[in-house]
């Protein structure tokens, strides 16, 4: 209302610490009203009068401590709302996919998010959707120390075990309700086959159940055996989970991985509350807290349900590319020298590309198979370069990325990682791509121009002059055309044809694709058992990059197709394949007709071309890699510091190793 004074948070607590009278248990209605002014009082604000969270949460857990009336309002405050509300949701849901299959959940969330589900007031998850009714609350709510909450929950009183009958009777409900669940979801085909063989008989997940049925009869010594059982769940789902990369993931057992990880959880708080020791793991409950805050704020974002579940789906395809990756980062001076060579051979192979593309491009035909065909003759290009073990510089920032990250990597570093280390790592991936740009573009400049050449000796006419060699040209340069952003076109290419490779080798290793080509009853009748099994090796080992290259060729050749069919400024530009252009035309025109200004700006276009091929590519790459780790690069603000004092101190580094590098890297 216009004209009234705000409210300060801590106003309603100096309030209520100045009473001399305590809520009653029995009225609901006015402690949920106490539990929304009192939350409200932690609330972060924009307004200058209020302090953080943290601040906040210090000061309020200060006066629980001094006034005991504020103590004995909130606590009656949680019991209203505890005996009088149906907990089992919480406890069993919030948070927690009820869907069986991914796209079920998937259309579900979207529903709700149209039209939100109705809420019952007996709920418990209703109370906590009134108390943190902001959608963001969650993010102030996880801002806030893990010790500052176990502080305020321990002063509380939280630590005292819960003894009303109907509270328990619903926590051992919801407990072997979760219990029969995660049983079953153990007995699933996608995590009965790729667990230990030694535990297939006596299958933890079940085993938990059985202990959860005598937590009645003896609470603390069946409260130590589904300890046992939990810590054992747990190390068989670190166990697939570690076996992905040589096994593969599929989508929906990273879904039942997700499921069981959270349903495990949830017992394990259950079971610290129904063991009858009379000690609350604080922490624990504190984690759990701030999960049902997160979940109820988040429970309809397709974005988080997406984010959690292919998440580890995620960090297999950036396995299968990190490991790939580690091949194209040089240490030594010989690691060095090998890279150049590989390039020079990669540059060959394009130099052949070029020279067909625009032979290609002499041939009358529909815009769709100009399309097709420039598609084929590149996939071609990139298999061979595959096939024969040269590079391509372009193919290198998808994969290097992934190695890159691997060095943050939480799930495979206990430790934290050795940033200065890190910094080393980026100097040789800097080095690397250098050394492959410039093995590349030291061939195809006069490998192309002698084709050229060649070509016009043999038929007597340039294959470009003119005005459609001054075109050529003038597609390179950097502000007389769109090329930089066209550059930038094909980093997302490259990244794109880097996901379908690891994709397609993750699939193929969780399919046991070449264990089922060698038992083909067509296959072993047609072909010898040798023969079989190299094609089925051969396949493993390389179906996910041919697959990738053949994306990327389409990708490529088919940018002129949608740009004609659609009508707007679509293309690609690929440092190499400009670098061919740019001498094919040079050719074509004379270098006595082309200003030595204009081609030199040319020129610096085709280097600005690889430079934003590789940036882009190399930093979604990263994003993806990162992100599908659990890596938060908020969290090594000091890595730039540390990377630009590298650089300062070995500028060198970044573009050749030094000869002494295998004694101090």
Not at 214 to 224: F, I
Not at 256 to 284: A, P, W
Request: proline share 4%; charged share 20%.
């Amino acid at each position: 209302m216009l004209g009234r004074k705000k409210k300060g948070k801590i106003d309603f607590i100096r309030t209520v610490s100045e009473r001399s009278t305590i809520l009653p248990i029995t009225d609901n209605e006015q402690g949920l009203d106490f539990l929304v002014s009192f939350f409200s009082s932690i609330r972060p604000s924009s307004s200058p009068d209020r302090l953080p969270g943290k601040q906040n949460i210090h000061r309020i857990t200060s006066a629980l401590h001094q006034s005991p009336v504020l103590l004995g309002n909130l606590q009656h405050a949680i019991l209203s709302q505890l005996i009088r509300t149906d907990l089992s949701p919480a406890l069993t849901e919030s948070g927690i996919p009820l869907a069986r299959g991914f796209w079920q959940e998937f259309f579900g969330r979207l529903r709700h998010k149209l039209l939100p589900p109705l809420r019952n007031e007996n709920d418990f998850l209703y109370v906590l959707n009134r108390v943190f009714f902001h959608n963001d609350d969650y993010k102030w709510v996880e801002d806030i120390p893990r010790e500052d909450w176990v502080l305020f929950f321990e002063s509380v009183g939280l630590s005292l075990h819960v003894d009303d009958k109907r509270i328990l009777s619903q926590l051992l409900y919801s407990l072997k309700t979760l219990s029969f669940q995660v049983a079953q979801l153990g007995l699933e085909k996608e995590v009965l086959d790729f667990m230990p063989a030694e535990r297939k008989e006596d299958n933890p997940f079940v085993q938990q159940n059985y202990h959860v049925h005598q937590l009645e009869l003896n609470p603390q010594a069946a409260a130590e055996k589904i300890g046992k059982s939990l810590a054992q769940c747990h190390e068989i789902l670190e166990y697939i989970r570690d076996n992905h990369t040589q096994r593969g993931a599929s989508l929906h057992q990273t879904y039942i991985l997700i499921l069981l990880g959270n349903r495990l959880e949830r017992i394990s708080i259950l079971t610290d509350l129904l063991d009858g020791n009379h000690q609350l793991d604080t922490g624990k409950f504190v984690d759990f807290f701030r999960m049902l805050v997160r979940n109820e704020n988040r429970k309809n974002s397709i974005l988080e349900f997406m984010s959690q579940t292919t998440g580890y789906l995620a960090y297999q395809i950036a396995e299968h590319k990190g490991e790939k990756g580690s091949k194209y980062i040089t240490s030594t001076p010989a690691e060095y020298r090998a890279m150049l060579s590989s390039a020079m051979g990669g540059g060959a192979w394009i130099c052949l590309v070029v020279l067909v593309k625009n032979l290609l491009t002499k041939m009358p035909m529909a815009i769709f198979w100009h399309g097709f065909a420039y598609s084929i003759n590149y996939s071609v290009g990139f298999i061979l370069i595959e096939e024969t073990h040269t590079t391509l510089a372009t193919k290198q920032p998808a994969f290097t990325a992934s190695a890159v990250a691997s060095s943050l990597d939480t799930r495979r570093n206990t430790r934290q990682p050795n940033l200065y280390n890190l910094a080393v790592t980026v100097a040789k991936v800097s080095r690397s791509q250098i050394a492959s740009f410039i093995g590349n573009l030291v061939i195809v400049f006069p490998g192309v121009f002698f084709l050229a050449w060649l070509y016009d000796k043999l038929s007597g006419a340039p294959l470009a002059s003119g005005p459609v060699a001054m075109h050529m040209l003038k597609d390179q340069h950097p502000w007389q055309s769109l090329s930089l952003l066209y550059a930038c076109n094909t980093g997302v290419f490259l990244f794109i044809s880097g996901i379908i490779a690891g994709y397609v080798q993750n699939k193929i290793q969780y399919g046991h694709i070449a264990e089922r080509l060698q038992t083909h009853p067509i296959l072993r009748m047609t072909m010898n058992r040798d023969k079989l099994k190299k094609l089925s090796m051969y396949v493993e080992k390389h179906a996910g990059a041919l697959i990738g290259n053949i994306a990327l060729g389409f990708f490529l050749g088919m940018a002129g197709f949608v740009s004609e069919i659609f009508g707007i400024h679509f293309d690609i530009r690929h440092i190499t394949i400009s670098a061919g252009n740019t001498a094919l035309a040079v050719y074509g025109l004379g270098f006595s007709n082309v200003p030595l200004g204009y081609l030199f700006t040319v020129i610096i276009g085709v280097l600005g071309i690889g430079f934003l091929n590789f940036l882009v590519s190399f930093s979604l790459a990263f994003v993806v890699a990162v992100k599908s780790r659990g890596v938060r690069l908020r969290d090594y603000p000091e890595f730039l510091g540390i990377l630009g004092r590298y650089f300062i101190s070995h500028p060198l580094d970044f573009i050749r190793p030094r000869r002494r590098l295998a004694d101090n890297d």
